[in-house]
């Protein structure tokens, strides 16, 4: 894969993505009020996927390519690695601090430090037990994804499986198999967009290393993320907007205004969508306003 540009390493920069990813034959986010269905609006019929999945994509990837140390995990009690990281400060914790009683800026500068993303995504830092709570405050990350955004309605499919396997003796006496059930999305392509924030990167301390991680993760967000309930995923674009200064230099709607994708079949009798190519990407790089680089990382 192409190496990563220079220009999209500056975490004094600020800059706003486009990702599109599609899925077939898969559910690419269930719902767990919904009996784990793809998530969808009810009132369009557009697929969804949430902020939340997307970056725990990233953060699984980091994990497994990178052995990236991740706050936000299933392993280790959060407390616990909080009161890890307070036994390693050089400053005693004096008891005021110990029962949470205000923040203490050292702990959130070291788990800053510690865990990727903390200092990307932000987290919230004051939990904990009565008498212990170690409050390190609330981090503001300087990375925001929105939900992602199927181009066209979907069509999810509840398909009967058999299942060849008996969990108990009881469930043996009704025969060898028995049905499930499946709920897949025969084909959507997805959008998101993000955020970078130049000055809440300042104090969270992310450097041009961390951005580099980020535009790696996102590039391959699905290829070390296969299973059988989402069938085949993919990163289909990524196209970062990075602007001269840190303020910016034009509205991050005007530049997502000029990604726009259309269907290549627009007869009334057209076929729903059905791969990547029944669409047609069309970015406007010729009226980029002054002072914005736009930088395919895929697409």
């Known amino acids: ?13 600020r800059q706003e993505f486009v990702l ?5 034959n898969g559910n690419p986010n269930g719902d767990p009020d919904a009996a784990n269905t793809p998530r969808i609006d009810p009132e ?14 990233v953060r699984d990837y980091l994990t497994l390519t990178r052995d990236t140390p991740i706050f936000i995990q299933s392993a280790v009690a959060l407390n616990t690695l909080k009161a890890k990281a307070a036994d390693e400060l050089t400053k005693a914790l004096t008891a005021d601090e110990r029962a949470g009683k205000r923040p203490i800026p050292e702990l959130q500068s070291r788990l800053c430090a510690d865990y990727y993303d903390i ?6 830092l004051a939990t904990g037990e009565a008498g212990d709570r170690l409050n390190a405050g609330q981090v503001r990350g300087p990375l925001q994804m929105t939900f992602a955004r199927s181009i066209d309605r979907i069509l999810p499919l509840d398909l009967s499986i058999t299942r060849q396997a008996r969990t108990t003796e009881k469930r043996m006496e009704t025969g060898p198999t028995e049905f499930g059930r499946k709920t897949i999305v025969p084909y959507g392509l997805y959008r998101a967009h993000g955020y970078f ?13 961390d951005l580099e991680a980020l535009w790696d993760a996102l590039r391959n967000l699905f290829e070390f993320d296969r299973s059988a309930s989402r069938g085949d995923m993919g990163v289909c674009g990524l196209y970062v907007f990075t602007h001269d200064s840190k303020l910016g230099n034009a509205p991050a709607r005007q530049l997502f205004a000029g990604i726009t994708i259309e269907p290549v079949q627009v007869s009334p009798d057209a076929v729903p969508p059905r791969q ?11 009226n980029l306003p002054e002072g914005v680089t736009l930088t395919r990382l895929v697409g």
């Open 276 to 286: 990547f190519a029944d669409y047609n990407v069309v970015v406007d790089e010729a």
């Open 1 to 13: 894969m192409e190496e990563i540009p220079a220009v999209v390493m500056d975490p004094t920069k």
């Open 119 to 124: 200092r990307m995504f932000g987290a919230v």
């Open 20 to 24: 599109l990813f599609d899925v077939v």
């Open 44 to 57: 369009t019929g557009h697929g969804m996927v949430t902020d939340v999945a997307l970056k725990r994509k």
């Open 197 to 209: 924030n130049p000055f809440l990167a300042d104090r969270t301390g992310v450097g041009s290393d």
